[in-house]
């Protein structure tokens, strides 16, 4: 059965560093999307995107945040000076379309020190 | 603003019981709605889909109510495996992305 994976399983980082989340999406899906978790929180809506450009995002993602498909596998996530508060788990997703049931990768969880 | 609400919980139930969740949404546009379930520190997975008409598979039944805008979940002779926090994912119909609720910890117990 197709899955979404993410590397890496657990990044550790010093505040004001970037980070990069990678993800490779089921592969005939269309609509990618990251959320986050912070511990102990509901799931929470960062970015979706679709023909390589972003479609929607919530107010969490800031200036700070930025999503690319560099190639036809991977979708990352650039935290690009991260901050204490971003420590989370980092989740990755992907459906095939409007109304579609979202799958999710197993999370990368961030911590910054 | 609170979007989609659910039972504080935790439940804790002993194998065998049945067991309820509530969950409301407070976006009347909303059109597609789900039940996942999250174990500890692992992703959100699909455990079904919520329609209009009611849903059933195996021990658990879904069922929506557009118009109180509630959503439920029954489990039915339920399993130590069946422990776990259950979301209640409720699709915007203007955008692409879930709202989640804060979830719904489930402790089967022996």
């Known amino acids: 059965e197709p899955e979404v994976t993410q590397t890496p399983s657990h990044q550790v980082t010093q505040m004001g560093q970037e980070v990069i989340l990678r993800c490779v999406p089921i592969s005939n899906h269309l609509y990618f999307y990251w959320y986050r978790q912070i511990l102990g929180q509901k799931v929470e809506f960062l970015v979706s995107?679709?023909?390589?450009?972003?479609?929607?995002k919530s107010e969490i993602f800031d200036d700070q945040f930025s999503v690319e498909r560099p190639d036809g596998s991977n979708f990352t996530l650039k935290i690009r000076s991260t901050k204490l508060e971003d420590s989370a788990m980092y989740f990755c997703?992907?459906?095939?379309?409007?109304?579609?049931?979202?799958?999710f990768g197993p999370g990368t969880r961030l911590t910054v020190l | 603003r609170k979007e989609v609400e659910q039972d504080p919980g935790p439940f804790n139930v002993p194998e065998g019981a049945t067991v309820a969740f509530n969950c409301t949404y407070s976006?009347?546009?909303?059109?597609?709605f789900f039940w996942y379930r999250q174990d500890c520190r692992k992703e959100p997975k699909l455990l079904m889909s919520v329609y209009s008409s009611g849903n059933e598979d195996g021990r658990f039944t879904a069922q929506l109510n557009r118009a109180s805008q509630y959503i439920s979940l029954l489990i039915r002779d339920s399993k130590l495996s069946d422990s776990a926090t259950y979301l209640c994912v409720v699709n915007d119909n203007y955008g692409q992305n879930f709202v989640f609720g804060p979830g719904t910890r489930l402790s089967v117990l022996p």
């Open positions: 976006n009347s546009a909303s059109q597609s």
């Open positions: 997703a992907s459906d095939r379309g409007v109304e579609d049931t979202q799958y």
């Open positions: 995107f679709y023909n390589n450009e972003i479609s929607e």
